[in-house]
Nanobody, 123 residues
Framework: QVQLEESGGGLVQAGGSLRLSCAAS????????MGWFRQAPGKERQFVAR????????YYADSVKGRFTISRDNAKTTVYLQMNSLKPEDTAVYYC????????????????WGQGTQVTVSS
């Protein structure tokens, strides 16, 4: 089992920045690919970014590319999502997830999920 807990969400004006953190506990953190997803009201959960086990490879949804940066610190068993130039359409609950697939952007490929943190971007 892997337990994940997100933090860092909040209310920010358009153009602002937030940094989300996801602290992991349980099984060996470095064994897992880590991803961030988001879900806006009335919409399906959407892939945002993922990072490989050692942190050498990252992949982003087109909608956030160039604005968001995913990173991880395996010594601290934490994954981060730096979000810059935020837009109102980024408003959602953001979830971190742990999985073993190195190439998937599907939520079904991730085994463990946090409870989510709300990000609200005002215009």
């Amino acid at each position: 089992q892997v337990q994940l807990e997100e933090s860092g969400g909040g209310l920010v004006q358009a153009g602002g920045s937030l940094r989300l953190s996801c602290a992991a506990s349980g099984r060996t953190f470095s064994n897992y690919v880590m991803g961030w997803f988001r879900q806006a009201p009335g919409k399906e959960r959407q892939f945002v970014a993922r990072i490989s086990r050692a942190g050498l490879n990252t992949y982003y949804a087109d909608s956030v590319k160039g604005r968001f940066t995913i990173s991880r610190d395996n010594a601290k068993t934490t994954v981060y999502l730096q979000m810059n130039s935020l837009k109102p359409e980024d408003t959602a609950v953001y979830y971190c997830a742990a999985g073993t697939s190195s190439s998937s952007i599907e939520s079904s490929s991730y085994t463990y999920w946090g409870q989510g943190t709300q990000v609200t971007v005002s215009s």
